[in-house]
């Protein structure tokens, strides 16, 4: 079972910056990719950002930019992070992680973590 914690989430002024990151317990041999979700009140949850092991990157029109996907890989984990700048009251949401298993093609996710962007 892979478990994902996601962390740095929280209330900022428009303009400002957050920094999101994921712990996968996971190798990144076993990861296919990684990404971020968001869902709004009342809205579908959508991409935001993902990666793929290789280090290929793509990104929600919306914030291409502003936010930046990157990650860390360790011996039995990988950590994923999202550098958002330029915040804006629309990326207000719950940001989900989401890893993607490399063979069954699995889909898990993280718990969730609140962004708020209000002045």
């Known amino acids: 079972q892979v478990q994902l914690v996601e962390s740095g989430g929280g209330l900022v002024q428009p303009g400002g910056s957050l920094r999101l990151s994921c712990a996968i317990s996971k190798s990144i041999f076993s990861i296919y990719a990684m990404g971020w979700y968001r869902q709004a009140p009342g809205k579908q949850r959508e991409l935001v950002a993902r990666?793929?092991?290789?280090?290929?990157?793509?990104?929600a029109d919306s914030v291409k930019g502003r936010f930046t996907i990157s990650r860390d890989n360790a011996k039995n984990t990988v950590t994923v992070y999202l550098q958002m700048n330029s915040l804006k009251p629309e990326d207000t949401a719950v940001y989900y992680c989401?890893?993607?298993?490399?063979?069954?093609?699995?889909?898990?996710w993280g718990q969730g973590t609140q962004v708020t962007i209000s002045a």
């Open positions: 989401n890893a993607i298993s490399r063979g069954t093609m699995e889909s898990s």
């Open positions: 990666i793929s092991t290789s280090g290929n990157t793509n990104y």
